[in-house]
């Protein structure tokens, strides 16, 4: 966000605690893995500094967002934990500045937070009052890791929930002068906004699940194929393509946790959550019935490979990622397992994970396995030829769950599996799908 706002000829003043983080931003380096970040920091040249020290940048600027981490707590819900202590900082430098100040809260919080706690630990600490002496507003951004610069400049629409109409105004200015596309603006009150951020990402969910559903369908039926089922339904403009490939469950920093955070809410205030609670099942079940596939297509003999263990491509979050949580369920099962990644290394993978063979290369993982399973779709593994897949004396079995690979189908050597494609998928009577 701070690259992006600086390379537009904003001039920003990025604070964080981490002094590793500032030193990098500052050397003109990027402090997090994400395509084009660095040159967009190169870009923004002097526009873009960073500090240690929180009051000197609310100083030193007329509008601060507030980007930090808003962990998930026991019973689903996000917690505040980071978000008002960063508030009393602000609210302390606010109380020395005679200018109207705004600030935005862009992290994903419960509803009834930015109105109730954030608000009121900005006015205690800064003295003044909100709406007059300064203003407030609460603005999700709605990006995915590996496109964040994209998405940022150019977001389908533009979410505002204001403390009154001047501030919503202001940060409404700011983003017109920051988008390279012209996106609708929706403004509105605090919770209806907090609400709308978590209701977009569990409508997305859900489309997802049940792209998987009629995946996991098409797998049990002849001549069935879940792409030109899910191709046909995506062109019709109420139901629309995005979000509508059946593959594997959905992962990542948000998706889970957003789904999980409006059941808790929904149970909090005694409302139904039945489908989002089913969608969170659902997806879950996900791994058990994609393991079984796994199973049913190994021999015994070396080990099963996983492709992939980040939650997408182009980036290096492994949070509740498919190919982890599939190693996961194979090692459970004293199953023998080697992964590779290109970007996710060991420091990343869970502690119950660290003793996971890490292959050196994707070509390294493909050889030592009797199965390899397509987990992440990166762009380098379809690149791979055809000749390091195959085996000369038994077939080796390439589970492909997103039907990338499709030039491996017929090669001698190579028992090629296409998830949400009928009949070759299909599982053994004797093994239990796990559907839900």
């Given at each position: 966000?701070?690259?992006?706002?600086?390379?537009?000829?904003?001039?920003?003043?990025?604070?964080?605690?981490?002094?590793?983080?500032?030193?990098?931003?500052?050397?003109?380096?990027?402090?997090?893995?994400?395509?084009?970040?660095?040159?967009?920091?190169?870009?923004?040249?002097?526009?873009?500094?960073?500090?240690?020290?929180?009051?000197?940048?609310?100083?030193?600027?007329?509008?601060?967002?507030?980007?930090?981490?808003?962990?998930?707590?026991?019973?689903?819900?996000?917690?505040?934990?980071?978000?008002?202590?960063?508030?009393?900082?602000?609210?302390?430098?606010?109380?020395?500045?005679?200018?109207?100040?705004?600030?935005?809260?862009?992290?994903?919080?419960?509803?009834?937070?930015?109105?109730?706690?954030?608000?009121?630990?900005?006015?205690?600490?800064?003295?003044?009052?909100?709406?007059?002496?300064?203003?407030?507003?609460?603005?999700?951004?709605?990006?995915?890791?590996?496109?964040?610069?994209?998405?940022?400049?150019?977001?389908?629409?533009?979410?505002?929930?204001?403390?009154?109409?001047?501030?919503?105004?202001?940060?409404?200015?700011?983003?017109?002068?920051?988008?390279?596309?012209?996106?609708?603006?929706?403004?509105?009150?605090?919770?209806?906004?907090?609400?709308?951020?978590?209701?977009?990402?569990?409508y997305i969910t859900t489309k997802i699940s049940y792209a998987n559903m009629l995946a996991r369908l098409c797998e049990k039926l002849p001549?069935?194929?879940?792409?030109?089922?899910?191709?046909?339904?995506?062109?019709?403009?109420?139901?629309?393509?995005?979000?509508?490939?059946?593959?594997?469950?959905?992962?990542?920093?948000?998706?889970?946790?957003?789904?999980?955070?409006?059941?808790?809410?929904?149970?909090?205030?005694?409302?139904?959550?039945?489908?989002?609670?089913?969608?969170?099942?659902?997806?879950?079940?996900?791994?058990?019935?994609?393991?079984?596939?796994?199973?049913?297509?190994?021999?015994?003999?070396?080990?099963?490979?996983?492709?992939?263990?980040?939650?997408?491509?182009?980036?290096?979050?492994?949070?509740?990622?498919?190919?982890?949580?599939?190693?996961?369920?194979?090692?459970?099962?004293?199953?023998?397992?080697?992964?590779?990644?290109?970007?996710?290394?060991?420091?990343?993978?869970?502690?119950?994970?660290?003793?996971?063979?890490?292959?050196?290369?994707?070509?390294?993982?493909?050889?030592?396995?009797?199965?390899?399973?397509?987990?992440?779709?990166?762009?380098?593994?379809?690149?791979?030829?055809?000749?390091?897949?195959?085996?000369?004396?038994?077939?080796?079995?390439?589970?492909?769950?997103?039907?990338?690979?499709?030039?491996?189908?017929?090669?001698?050597?190579?028992?090629?599996?296409?998830?949400?494609?009928?009949?070759?998928?299909?599982?053994?009577?004797?093994?239990?799908?796990?559907?839900?």
């Amino acid at each position: 966000m701070a690259a992006c706002f600086a390379a537009r000829g904003f001039r920003v003043k990025a604070a964080d605690l981490s002094s590793e983080k500032v030193d990098a931003i500052n050397r003109g380096m990027p402090p997090v893995y994400e395509p084009g970040l660095e040159d967009l920091i190169r870009e923004a040249g002097d526009l873009l500094q960073a500090t240690r020290n929180t009051g000197e940048a609310v100083s030193a600027s007329e509008a601060t967002f507030i980007v930090v981490g808003t962990p998930s707590e026991a019973g689903g819900g996000f917690s505040l934990q980071y978000v008002l202590p960063t508030c009393e900082a602000i609210g302390r430098a606010l109380a020395t500045k005679k200018d109207f100040h705004l600030v935005i809260l862009t992290s994903t919080v419960m509803p009834g937070s930015t109105g109730g706690e954030v608000k009121a630990a900005l006015e205690r600490f800064s003295g003044k009052r909100c709406g007059r002496d300064f203003g407030l507003c609460y603005s999700p951004e709605f990006i995915a890791l590996g496109t964040v610069i994209r998405d940022f400049y150019n977001p389908d629409f533009l979410l505002i929930g204001e403390s009154d109409p001047r501030s919503g105004e202001m940060l409404a200015d700011i983003y017109k002068r920051l988008c390279k596309n012209s996106p609708a603006i929706s403004r509105m009150n605090f919770m209806n906004a907090e609400i709308t951020k978590l209701a977009v990402n569990t409508y997305i969910t859900t489309k997802i699940s049940y792209a998987n559903m009629l995946a996991r369908l098409c797998e049990k039926l002849p001549e069935a194929d879940a792409n030109v089922v899910t191709d046909a339904l995506g062109l019709d403009s109420r139901i629309g393509a995005k979000y509508l490939k059946g593959a594997v469950s959905y992962g990542g920093p948000c998706f889970p946790r957003d789904n999980r955070a409006l059941a808790a809410l929904a149970a909090r205030v005694g409302a139904s959550s039945g489908l989002a609670e089913a969608t969170d099942l659902f997806n879950r079940a996900q791994i058990k019935s994609i393991a079984d596939i796994v199973r049913a297509h190994y021999s015994g003999r070396d080990s099963i490979g996983i492709l992939g263990l980040t939650y997408k491509p182009n980036t290096d979050v492994v949070e509740e990622a498919f190919g982890l949580l599939l190693a996961h369920e194979l090692v459970s099962a004293n199953l023998p397992v080697v992964v590779y990644d290109p970007s996710a290394d060991s420091a990343r993978v869970p502690g119950s994970l660290k003793s996971l063979h890490m292959a050196f290369s994707a070509q390294d993982c493909i050889a030592q396995s009797d199965v390899v399973v397509l987990a992440t779709p990166w762009q380098q593994f379809r690149e791979i030829p055809i000749t390091e897949w195959t085996r000369r004396d038994q077939p080796r079995a390439v589970i492909d769950c997103w039907r990338a690979l499709d030039h491996l189908n017929g090669t001698e050597g190579i028992h090629y599996v296409r998830l949400g494609f009928g009949g070759t998928a299909a599982i053994p009577a004797s093994v239990s799908s796990g559907a839900v």
